[in-house]
């Protein structure tokens, strides 16, 4: 096994010539700290697999807080998504992200922008702790907003950061642009296609989500139907990675 890198030797002044794969450096860091699992073969009863917050199942994990704790590799990611944002033609007057994850990644995002970042909160009153609440100052009218997560895998986040932002701004007719930056997109399926919002990503990997029915209850995850067990990935990473 090769010996584990400490990622806060990793530099931003490592990347200042040549060519950088940010795909291929986030699935380093990620599997580096333990952060990154995936389901490997045919559903089987005797492997476990992921359960997500909201009670689904999944065959993939990725634990994005556990490399952007990082502060340079946070500007790294950041920087780099900023670069490809500004190529897409994204001239943003404000960034704006997710609590509480996406918050150190959207303000490197926001920098290299030349933004202003901003972040709602979570609703206190939310016991899903779903809901968001803008509670900073209004953005001026006809502002220009970019929205930047540091991992998407719906659009369930998306669109309450939005309706957190829009129900206190009411007239101000704020410019969202049509596409989300985010490190990572977790899709279903790729390629994504004549997706809205557009989502511009660093890295993109297919992972199965199997909702649960809101009126069944039921997810129809194939590793359910054979016996596999469903685990919490942060509070049983040994028994669902086997290490």
């Given amino acids: 096994m090769s010996e584990k890198l400490n990622l806060l030797d990793v530099c931003p002044e490592f990347f200042t010539t040549g060519v950088f794969n940010p795909a291929a450096a986030i699935l380093t860091w990620l599997k580096n700290e333990d952060a990154y699992w995936e389901y490997q073969g045919e559903s089987s009863s005797e492997r476990p697999h992921a359960e997500l917050s909201g009670g689904g199942c999944s065959n993939g994990f990725i634990d994005m807080p556990a490399i952007l704790k990082y502060p340079y590799i946070c500007e790294i990611l950041g920087k780099e998504l900023g670069k490809r944002l500004k190529m897409s033609g994204v001239e943003a007057d404000w960034v704006i992200s997710s609590p509480y994850s ?46 930047v997560e540091e991992l998407i895998t719906t659009t369930s986040t998306i669109v309450e950061v939005r309706n957190a932002v829009e129900e206190v701004h009411k007239g101000k007719y704020l410019q969202w642009f049509a596409m989300v ?35 069944t209850g039921t997810t129809n995850c194939p590793y359910c139907e054979v016996g596999s067990e469903k685990l919490r990935p942060r509070d049983n990473w040994a028994e669902l990675t086997g290490t």
């Fill in 181 to 215: 930056g985010t490190a990572v997109h977790r899709p279903a399926l790729l390629p994504v296609v004549f997706a809205i919002p557009r989502i511009v990503a660093l890295l993109e990997k297919e992972m199965q989500n199997y909702i649960k029915d809101k009126i």
């Fill in 102 to 147: 996406a918050i150190t990644f959207g303000h490197e995002v926001a920098k290299e922008l030349g933004a202003i970042f901003g972040h709602p909160i979570k609703d206190p009153t939310d016991p899903k702790q779903k809901r968001m609440l803008w509670r900073g100052r209004l953005l001026p009218k006809g502002s220009r907003v970019l929205q």
